[in-house]
């Protein structure tokens, strides 16, 4: 390894990609004085997400967590009525969650006082496993709302997922954050669930410093969702509130940016798509696999280049709730071996998105793989010996350096870093 030196810049994960156009919009506003959450850039990237992604309505809001928290109180409210003025729309309820993804995802369920109950994942897309989300519902037949995530900007089984909520009369929330601009079956990502989520957060495909959006295909609930974003202000000369309200709207500078990043979204995908591949060509004769999606039904937007190592060829690696250690063996590799070398030589990666039934907050929240309750083996999982896919990809799996100015160049020399680990 010694004839590889140090990145002199670092190569990130994923990082904003700004174009120009975002300070002459961010200019507008000020120019304009329109700095606060009303404007002309609100309404322009409200009607563009909107017309790209496919759906009638967009709403713009302060982050994709604020989007999630609204649909899902949205959600509870449709199923169970008004939400009371203390304790959330879905108090008492439990919600099936996507398990290995971002905790945005699952947090505003407890915000709205639901429980979720993690739902195992698949190898094929690393998304919700619909065999496991129909054994959940023989377990908890009353349950009655579905948050599912688009891992890494993958599109998940969308057809099973949707038929099984058919069948159980369940409200499907979808978080999109991850995979704006993705499609299954030719249509896009965030229009596949009874409400939509997005987001522009730094490190997304495309960003407005922060920010996200609500995607829906009724005006009531797009109507809904912007008065609760806005305080709930009823129509009143005075402040007048039948309902709690939030501060969630955009502001009109962060819409300026995600206005002029709008028409670079295909670019970034295109990006995003060439360093998967080329990954995926320089890391062929590793025994490793890329990030898998259903090459026939869909087009990922390549958020995320990640790979998995197979069982055979992973040394020994332990990992504590903080920390991690492994045992270097000639022809093997795991995550924690390749993530160091990376950040030794200046480049980042992460570990896969650690499964949020493995994490402390949700210790006691229930989880359910294809074969039923999940936490019925804890002993193979405190082993190593666990089955459940989720674990395994975590065990295995990494992100690997995914930004989009990332050179050809460098993503050699982190390719050649990667086979090192392997030698
Ligand atoms: C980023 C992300 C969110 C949250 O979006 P913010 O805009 O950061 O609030 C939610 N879910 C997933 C899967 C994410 O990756």
Redesign the pocket.
Known sequence: MSDIKPFKNKVWLATPTMHGDEIKYIQDAYESNWMSTVGENINEVERQIAEKVGCKYAVALS???AS?HLAIRLAGETLYGKAPVSGGALKGHKVFCSDV??S??VNPVTYEGGEPVFIDTEYDTWNMDPKALAKAFEIYPDVRLIVV?HLYGTPGKIDEIRAIAKAHNALIVE?A??SLGASYKGKQTGTFGDFGCI???GN?IITGS?G?MFLTNSEHDANKVRKWSTQSRENAAWYQHEEIGYNYRMSNVIAGVVRGQIPYLEEHIAQKKAIYEHYKEGLKDLPVQMNPYDKKNSEPNFWLSCMIINPEAMCKQVRGEQDALYLSEPGKSCPTEILETLAKYNAEGRPIWKPMHMQPIFRNHGFITKDGNGRANTNAYIAGESTDAGVDIFNRGLCLPSDNKMTPEEQDIIIKLIHNCFE
Do not use: H, P, V, Y
């Open positions: 982050a994709g967590t999630l993804t971002f945005a995802t995530a978080d954050a991850e987001s522009f957060n997304k922060a996200g």
